[in-house]
């Protein structure tokens, strides 16, 4: 069974296992995720599954009653920052406030557990959805990266986003 490493709120985030391989690359494909990540090849998903890549850490968003619901990659580069490369969810959770729901764990797990002193992310200026996320979840935009990415033939501008761990504090208590 896949480990827990945090839940709340309906929710829970569990270390993804090879077995959701599948699973992943599904949502990654998906025509609403796909424009808006940099999907990584099967053999790559192998070895973070495998725990074979460098330090990446996959969790499978999940609900209460076992159902997933998407799925979060997250990178550290340093010893203070915590990166999120994707945060997914399925096309039939979408609107229902699980990328919120995962979000707040996802703090929760970054700030109070692993004690890391940041976490960003990188949002394309087009996902008006998760743009809307992440503002509203208190991450401060920090920058413009005119045509940082390459997909589908053309280039994409990002914005950074990130939060730190005094304001995660901070934001707690209010």
Known sequence: MAEILIEGDGLRLLRAEPS????????QSDP???????????ERWIEILDGKAPPKLA???????????GYLLLD?????SMYLWHLVIGRGHKGRGL???ALRLLKRLVFDVFKWHRLYIDCETTNERALR?????????????RESEYI????????????????????KTC
């Not at 959701?20 to 949502?27: G, P, S, T, V």
């Not at 996320?133 to 990266?145: A, K, M, P, T, V």
């Not at 589908?152 to 934001?171: H, P």
């Open 76 to 80: 550290h580069f340093n010893e203070v």
């Open 152 to 171: 589908d033939g053309e280039y994409k501008d990002l914005i950074f986003f990130a939060m730190l761990d005094w304001e995660y504090r901070e934001a």
């Open 59 to 69: 969790l499978i968003v999940e609900t209460s009653d076992g159902e997933r619901g």
């Open 32 to 42: 609403e995720n796909a424009p808006f990540i940099l999907p990584f090849e099967r």
């Open 133 to 145: 996320l992440y503002d509203s979840e208190g991450f401060r935009r920090e920058g413009l990266f």
């Open 99 to 101: 990328g919120h729901g």
């Open 20 to 27: 959701d391989l599948e699973y992943i690359i599904e949502l």
